[in-house]
């Protein structure tokens, strides 16, 4: 796939493909041409990215938990069938082989799969006359996940899957070097999950991780922000 003329990268908020406020240059690190234009999110997009995850969250988070495993599989199946696409992206954006990029790829659907395995027990502490005491695993609200820019979906699927699975709705960044295959995979996604469930933003490294708005976004990133950027 060759992306050299691609300016068409969008972001996806509420479900909906959104373009930036501006625009930027995405380097090929094998030659250093372009290799495409990812969008720049406006803190003002980025008010709407988060606003949308929390109006996705009350119906998210009571969505029986057997349905949520089902659309994150739904993710999983969506991003491999999409392989050798997403493989092509992702060296040409990254430099690592065609190989290693579709590693990658499978890992990131692995990872999903290996999740919707595992269950959201209640655990009773105490079931008395006096008093009754249960654990519950809740959802923590908007998780905010920064991913840096080595392993663009790999990182992304150890943020994404048990959020998702436990309820939660995201807003998701990539690195500014690595942006174009989660872009092409919220692209993927806006048919698969609801509307505000899954976010994905892009542009530098400020936004998201100061984000300051009222209601606190859970940030989840895998480096420190010189690192992840």
């Known amino acids: ?35 495409a234009r990812a969008p720049v999110c406006s803190p003002e997009q980025l008010d709407q ?8 969250l009350p119906g998210w988070s009571a969505t029986p938990l057997e349905e949520r495993r089902k659309l994150v599989l739904a993710v ?28 990658e790829i499978l890992g990131f659907g ?12 209640e655990t009773v502490n105490e079931d008395s006359a006096e008093r009754l005491s249960v654990t519950r695993r809740v959802p923590l609200g908007v998780v905010g996940a920064i991913v840096p820019w080595n392993y663009p979906l790999g990182n992304a699927g150890f943020k994404l899957a048990p959020a998702l699975l436990a309820g939660n709705t995201v807003v998701w960044k990539p690195s500014p070097f690595t942006p174009l295959v989660t872009l092409k995979v919220g692209e993927l996604l806006r048919e698969v999950l609801p509307p505000g469930v ?29 690192a992840s950027a």
């Open 198 to 226: 899954l976010n994905v933003v892009s542009g530098g490294a400020e936004g998201l991780l100061e984000y300051t708005a009222p209601q606190t976004v859970t940030v989840r990133r895998t480096a420190p922000p010189a």
């Open 76 to 103: 999983a199946d969506t991003v491999e069938a999409q392989l050798d696409t997403l493989k092509r992206l992702l060296t040409r954006e990254q430099g690592k082989s065609l190989d290693d990029a579709a590693a």
């Open 49 to 56: 990215a988060v606003a949308a995850a929390r109006a996705a």
């Open 1 to 35: 796939m060759d992306t050299s003329a691609a300016t068409d990268f969008t972001m996806t908020i509420a479900g909906r493909a959104v373009a930036g406020a501006s625009s930027y240059e995405v380097l090929d690190p094998a030659d250093e041409t372009v290799a």
């Open 110 to 121: 692995y990872w999903l799969r290996g999740t919707t395995s595992l269950s959201l027990p």
